[in-house]
């Protein structure tokens, strides 16, 4: 039996997370030929990164901390192009949009690979894979949102876990696809892309995307607190409602309390304003971070919609990038994503900021800390699973 290792697995068994992987026969038959070429990639029990994590950002400088609680993008399919703009501004993920993605799956591969400097310390690479109206892989033709709500969880559960699968070949560690919002009638901006009109409906097939991806990618929710609610394109402008907290709890709440108890890993936060609960958007608001946290439960990583989006909005207040960066991460977001208005000068533009607002006492050292840890504790669990490392075009993961 061979072992094929990643380069720079070693600095991971250091850190405790360390993944196993053996290249080899299939675990089918008994008796099966150990030089069957297909491939197996087995993960080693996750050990808590928490610490590891912790020692690692403990070690770094404020820029190095800066640059890991952005995401970044920039739209090409260069590899060389990718992997300088890794290399060179060292961020914590990359969202890789339509402009990043080939014909097929072996050449995104090929991408994602070049977008991972340091296989113990992999990027969150992730990506809107919702399916239907927002697909970014051509080949996934899996049953979406729009066929889903009519039929039981069950359907959504293996659609997601199809999906997953696909996502996690083309070495993608983390999907934007879980989207928890409730939209009861089709004149509702995300009608097309929600997985329930009602309460009930939409929670119970949530929870059933979480359980589907669960093992394959880190599960995403969004749009938090809910884009139904609050009409309008978020694109475009700045979503509204005067909702009461609690009608928000007995109805929009519940998809995303689903899907936190489900095991999401992440939450997506929406450019979405709750006036009954706080006039800043949802993005940029410490109370809805706190509602998350305190009365949800949820202990993973929160992320920003992409950023561009409040500039997109037209109001003053949200011109700057920068600003707005480092308020969302004031507000309680672990990481930022930036799209639109974006180039390749952009992350380091943001990373400056953050480094600034650190030094002016506008962004908590102890906030960005805190943000910078659970990045790379994720990271680091990305990686001792295994997700992204694909020694050969036909390697299948076990189970």
Request: glycine share 12%; charged share 20%; net charge negative.
């Amino acid at each position: 039996m061979k072992h094929w290792v990643p380069r720079g697995m070693g600095l991971l068994v250091a850190a405790a997370a360390a993944a196993t992987f053996t290249v080899g026969g299939p675990t089918a038959a008994a008796g099966a030929d150990e030089s069957a070429s297909s491939v197996q990639i087995v993960a080693a029990a996750v050990d808590d990164t928490g610490e590891s994590a912790a020692a690692r950002v403990a070690g770094m400088t404020t820029e190095q901390k800066a640059a890991t609680v952005v995401m970044g993008h920039i739209a090409t399919t260069d590899a060389t192009v990718l992997h300088d703009y890794m290399q060179r501004t060292q961020l914590g993920g990359f969202i890789l949009m339509g402009a990043n993605i080939p014909a097929d799956e072996g050449a995104l591969r090929a991408i994602t690979a070049a977008l991972t400097i340091d296989p113990a310390l992999p990027p969150l690479l992730a990506v809107d894979e919702e399916g239907g109206q927002v697909t970014r892989l051509p080949w996934d033709d899996f049953p979406a949102a729009n066929t889903l709500k009519n039929e039981p969880p069950e359907a959504t559960r293996n659609a997601f876990r199809a999906r997953a699968a696909l996502v996690q070949r083309a070495g993608i560690g983390v999907n934007f696809g879980i989207v928890a919002d409730i939209a009861d009638g089709r004149s509702s901006f995300i009608y097309g892309r929600a997985l329930g009109t009602s309460p009930d409906a939409a929670a119970e097939r949530v929870a059933a995307a979480v359980t589907g991806e669960h093992g394959q990618v880190q599960s995403t929710l969004k749009h938090f607190p809910g884009h139904g609610a609050a009409p309008g394109d978020s694109h475009a402008g700045i979503p509204a409602t005067d909702m009461a907290k609690a009608d928000w709890a007995a109805a929009d709440g519940r998809p995303f309390a689903a899907g936190v108890d489900a095991g999401a890993q992440l939450v997506m936060f929406g450019h979405l304003r709750y006036r009954s609960i706080d006039q800043a958007p949802a993005s940029l608001s410490s109370e809805w971070h706190r509602i998350l946290r305190d009365e949800l439960g949820f202990t993973g990583l929160a992320i920003t919609d992409d950023l561009g989006m409040l500039q997109a909005s037209g109001e003053p207040g949200l011109s700057d990038p920068v600003a707005n960066a480092v308020a969302a991460l004031r507000a309680g977001n672990d990481m930022v994503v930036a799209v639109m208005f974006t180039d390749a000068g952009s992350a380091g533009s943001v990373i400056a900021g953050i480094v600034a607002a650190v030094a002016t006492g506008d962004l908590p050292a102890e906030r960005l800390d805190e943000a910078a840890t659970r990045v790379t504790a994720l990271r680091l669990q990305v990686a001792a699973g295994g997700r992204g490392f694909v020694p050969c075009p036909d390697c299948a993961a076990a189970g």
